[in-house]
């Protein structure tokens, strides 16, 4: 604990219309800022997964009742060992390292961050809680990047999070939309996923 980073929340993170905020813009120096750091963070990506899940259900506990294999251990320190929460924290981390790599061709990162919103629709897991975790990764890797960590790139990191936020809330109103569309029509209706983890 003790990492006081407010939350990077778009406005109205869960509406039910509207889903075209602008996007957080991320200039060059940013996406080199970023780049650099995360050659030193790479190599941590599997304990930083774990950490800022852990911090995260300690500060936000509603958001551990998403998941479903996990949600009834009230030990968060037995939570540190769980393979679930491992494989999900790597899962997420790897995401970020995919953002990372495609910082020069935004187009595709936006279809990738949409998609991925879409997917967390039908894992009932609410945009409400996305920018929980880009404050969590910040004070997860400032102890990894000591003196390297500056207010300009937690700026930066900020701001790839609001973006990668912004595009994930897009999609999954995308997909609510479309799934409440799909009730009239029950043959085309995709079920709602009810296996997370
Ligand atoms: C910046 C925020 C987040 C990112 C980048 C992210 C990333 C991911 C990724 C890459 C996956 C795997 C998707 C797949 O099935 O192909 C995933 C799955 C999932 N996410 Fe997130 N996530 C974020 C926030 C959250 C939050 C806040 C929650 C819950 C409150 C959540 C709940 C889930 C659940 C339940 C799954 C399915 C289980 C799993 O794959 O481990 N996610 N997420």
């Given amino acids: ?67 479903f294999l996990f949600r009834d251990v009230e030990d968060l320190e037995r939570l540190r060992t769980n393979r679930e929460l491992r494989a999900h924290g790597l899962r997420v981390m790897s995401f970020i390292e995919k953002s990372v790599a495609r910082l020069d061709q935004l187009e595709r990162l936006e279809g990738l961050a949409v998609e991925l919103g879409r997917i967390h629709y039908r894992y009932n897991a609410s945009p409400k809680y996305y920018s929980y975790v880009g404050a969590e990764f910040i004070c997860a890797v400032q102890p990894i990047l000591k003196e390297k960590w500056t207010r300009e790139l937690e700026e930066a990191w900020k701001t790839l999070f609001l973006y990668l936020t912004t595009f994930m809330n897009h999609g999954y109103q995308e997909e609510k939309n479309r799934q409440s569309h799909a009730i009239d029509s029950p043959k085309d209706r995709p079920e709602k996923r009810n296996t997370a983890l």
């Fill in 1 to 67: 604990m003790g990492c006081a980073i407010s939350e990077m929340a778009p406005e109205n993170a869960e509406r039910t219309t509207g889903t075209q905020d602008a996007a957080a813009h991320l200039d060059q120096e940013q996406i080199q800022m970023i780049r650099e750091s995360w050659k030193v963070i790479q190599d941590d990506i599997a304990k930083l997964g774990i950490i800022m899940f852990v911090r995260l259900f300690e500060t936000h506990p509603e958001c551990k009742d998403v998941f």
